[in-house]
T-cell receptor, first 113, second 115 residues
């Protein structure tokens, strides 16, 4: 079955703009989590959604938000983009909340100029 | 607080040689442990995981890892490295206190394979 699908794969935005990234989890998976990967900070947890509810949130400013739809697809939004938001954003899915295998997508490369 | 340490930033091995990548974690209870591999420009691929039971776990691509509670370690091993194994390897800890799926990652170990 298809893996975790993220769109778009690459995008360039200007400082101050906002961006929306999309993630389709593995079929049947209800948990979707998001991570940011940068050379300086490594892989950091952003937030997790399960059955349309945000269950956990990492230590990121309020400019970073997300949501999950009834079909488990998820979007994350970053408003008022800063240069430091340039990163690989990874989506991951799991079949249930907690204690289960987590599968990652290929990521969305965001460059802020 | 939970943390994951991968003490080796970069490792170079010859093709056919054995490999061991180190991972130490800090967490009060028994964590869920993962090893992921990332090729340049790609996402993370799961190599193997430990949840409970047998402390020696087998993964894909000939990798294995051993959970040692007394040393808080989960080292990744491969008996004979192939050139295609060159990539970055991440150890991660998953917590299940709240039924959460947030992983804490180490800083990664970049593996170079020389012919």
């Amino acid at each position: 079955k298809a893996g975790v699908t993220q769109t778009p794969r690459y995008l360039i935005k200007t400082r101050g703009q906002q961006v929306t990234l999309s993630c389709s989890p593995i079929s049947g998976h209800r948990s979707v989590s998001w991570y940011q990967q940068t050379p300086g900070q490594g892989l950091q947890f952003l937030f997790e959604y399960f059955s349309e509810t945000q269950r956990n949130k990492g230590n990121f400013p309020g400019r970073f938000s997300g949501r999950q739809f009834s079909n488990s697809r998820s979007e994350m939004n970053v408003s008022t983009l800063e240069l430091g938001d340039s990163a690989l954003y990874l989506c991951a899915s799991s079949s249930r909340a907690g204690g289960n295998t987590i599968y990652f997508g290929e990521g969305s490369w965001l460059t802020v100029v | 607080a939970q943390s994951v340490t991968q003490p080796d930033i970069h490792i170079t091995v010859s093709e056919g040689a054995s490999l061991e990548l180190r991972c130490n974690y800090s967490y009060g209870a028994t964590p869920y442990l993962f090893w992921y591999v990332q090729s340049p420009g790609q996402g993370l691929q799961l190599l193997l995981k430990y949840f409970s039971g047998d402390t020696l776990v087998q993964g894909i691509k000939g990798f294995e890892a051993e959970f040692k509670r007394s040393q808080s370690s989960f080292n990744l091993r491969k008996p004979s490295v192939h050139w295609s194994d060159a990539a970055e390897y991440f150890c991660a800890v998953g917590l299940d206190q709240t039924g959460a799926n947030n992983l804490f990652f180490g800083t990664g170990t970049r593996l170079t394979v020389i012919p």
